[in-house]
């Protein structure tokens, strides 16, 4: 074994090779290429909505990502570009945060950039900082806890306990499935030599940190009811149920892909020798996670922030056990940029919709393009997301313009779904519309809008649903888009009148609408 790969971690202040830069560089360059024939996704036009409502401590959603959609709107950027500016410089962040990784685990410079170069390949981390979603944000904050805890097991400065906090409750203020991982973090700490450390300082003000940090999510359920737990209980009847163990375990090698190898011999090497004298703690932290998202029915890709800690472990046992020989690393190296080239297209929506389609089908994987409610589709799901916001948006304005200014004034604009009401909302001002208003999750707590209002335009529904609650509906628009998914590939476009009720007793009474 070389005298590299001996090296019991990688000092703080040690620089990382220039190849590492560079990958997370072409991370970064590959997120803001051009996708032609696709707009924003549908949750992107949620968080945008929740930016145009933030109140940090008043919000049902965790609200980092509603501050960080409010910040892609002061760049001076067209806005579809600037959030996946923050996108894509968060997962060029984790590109550097793995190989940081693979070096305090004793990689030596080929193990950190062949780490770096193994994540960057993943479609799970292509695909999620092509969105602006909390999913990429969340994958950010646990690479640093991984990195945090490495450094720790490691025998580096006690301050890294500091780092572990914040990404706890920057984690809890970005997506709530971080109780995992802070809980999965706190058994691996209780049972490592790391209890001791708790006779000091630094665990209790990292603890500290993190509660601060958590507080604006965990105020804003509070003031709620915990709303949290009425969307966890409809996601469970509605999509969680379909995830069986065997899919969630195999489902980790198809987020892997290419780095599948590497993520499973991770998995192996954090509780072999010479990894294991040092960082099983590891080992254990992402089998506790593992475990608790398998008890409780997690979606596959809710494990991915763990990859990159598995994956760094994995190219440096392999390196340090093959001796780092120029033909194992260039051999690796050529499987993982082929798989990524191939995983490419389906990670970062760079094809038109049809070729995308011919594209998939033709490799086909067809749980890559398997809806969260097992209905197949000629595109990914979260590609179909991305298509005929705008195109609704035109059709209503249509519809609006077309009465007489009298009653538009009286005239309040309803999104059937949060996707709808999203478009309505970042549209509304370039169509000259008013914003809208849904009963879909949050936007149902922002209100009903124009108290006066007497006429509604609704995107969304049927004729017959409608005429429970007013005297006159009219279909005025329908909007078509088969490349889009099931629900949106028809839309109907209602225009309303004569409610049987004063429009807030409306809506009062029907309450708002999860999942």
């Known amino acids: 074994m070389s005298g590299t790969s001996r090296a019991p971690f990688s000092p703080a202040g040690a620089s990382l090779p220039a190849l590492v830069w ?57 806005l579809l570009v600037a959030i996946h500016l923050l996108s894509g410089l968060a997962a060029a962040a984790v590109v550097v945060l793995t190989a940081r990784i693979a070096g305090r685990l004793g990689g030596a410079a080929p193990a950190q950039a062949l780490a770096a170069l193994a994540v960057l390949s993943t479609p799970f981390l292509l695909r999620a900082g092509s969105m602006l979603q909390p999913v990429i944000f969340e994958f950010l904050w646990w690479t640093a806890g991984a990195l945090a805890l490495v450094s720790l ?20 203020s970005t997506k709530f499935t971080t109780a995992v991982f802070a809980l999965a973090a706190a058994l691996a700490l209780l049972a490592s030599p790391l209890r001791r450390d708790l006779a000091g300082r630094w665990p209790w003000l990292g603890l500290g940190l993190a509660t ?60 072999v020798a010479p990894l294991r004298m040092r960082f099983w703690p590891a080992g254990l932290y992402a089998a506790a996670a593992a475990v608790i998202l398998l008890l409780t029915g997690g979606k596959e890709y809710y494990l991915a922030p763990i990859h990159p800690l598995l994956i760094a472990a994995g190219a440096t046992a392999l390196l340090a056990w093959t001796d780092y020989r120029p033909v194992v690393i260039g051999g690796i190296a050529a499987w993982l940029v082929v ?17 995308m389609a011919a594209y998939l089908a033709r490799i086909g994987i067809t749980r890559a393009v398997t809806t969260n409610y097992g209905e197949v589709l000629p595109l990914p799901q979260d590609y179909a997301d991305m298509l005929g916001w705008r195109e ?24 059937g779904n949060y996707g ?23 936007f149902y707590h922002w209100g009903f809008g124009n ?26 628009a329908v909007v078509r888009n088969p490349q889009s998914v099931p629900e949106e590939q028809e839309v109907r476009v209602h225009l309303c009148r004569l409610p049987r009720k004063p429009l807030p007793q409306i809506w009062q009474e029907l309450g708002p609408v999860w999942g």
């Not at 909505?49 to 709107?73: C, K, N, S, T, Y």
């Not at 035109?394 to 007489?404: G, Q, S, T």
């Open 22 to 78: 560079a990958l997370a560089t072409l991370s970064l360059a590959l997120h803001l290429l051009p996708r032609p024939g696709y707009g924003f996704h549908r949750d992107e036009l949620l968080y945008l909505a929740m930016g145009d409502h933030l109140d940090l401590f008043r919000m049902q959603f965790p609200p980092v990502i509603a501050v960080l959609a409010e910040l892609a709107r002061l760049l001076p950027l067209n």
């Open 153 to 172: 097991l490691a025998g580096a400065d006690r301050r890294w306990w500091l780092a572990l906090g914040a990404v706890a409750g920057l984690g809890a």
């Open 212 to 271: 601060l940090l958590a507080s604006p999510a965990l105020a804003g359920q509070a003031a709620w009811g915990w709303p949290f737990l009425t969307q966890l209980q409809v996601l469970r009847e509605s999509q969680l149920e379909r995830v069986t163990p065997a899919a969630f375990l195999t489902g980790q090698l198809l987020i892997a892909f290419a780095a599948a190898p590497l993520l499973v011999l991770g998995a192996i090497a954090l509780w």
């Open 339 to 355: 798989g990524g080239a191939i995983a490419l297209p389906a990670g970062i929506p760079i094809l038109r919709p049809g070729p």
């Open 392 to 415: 609704q948006v035109a059709a209503v304005a249509e519809v609006y313009h077309r009465l007489d200014p009298a009653e538009r004034a009286r005239t309040s604009i309803v999104g």
């Open 420 to 442: 709808r009401a999203g478009a309505l909302a970042v549209y509304h001002a370039a169509f000259g519309l008013p914003y809208p208003v849904s009963r879909h999750g949050d």
């Open 451 to 476: 108290p006066d209002a007497t006429t509604v335009i609704i995107v969304g529904g049927t004729v017959e649903e409608l005429s429970d609650l007013f005297g006159e509906v009219t279909l005025a």
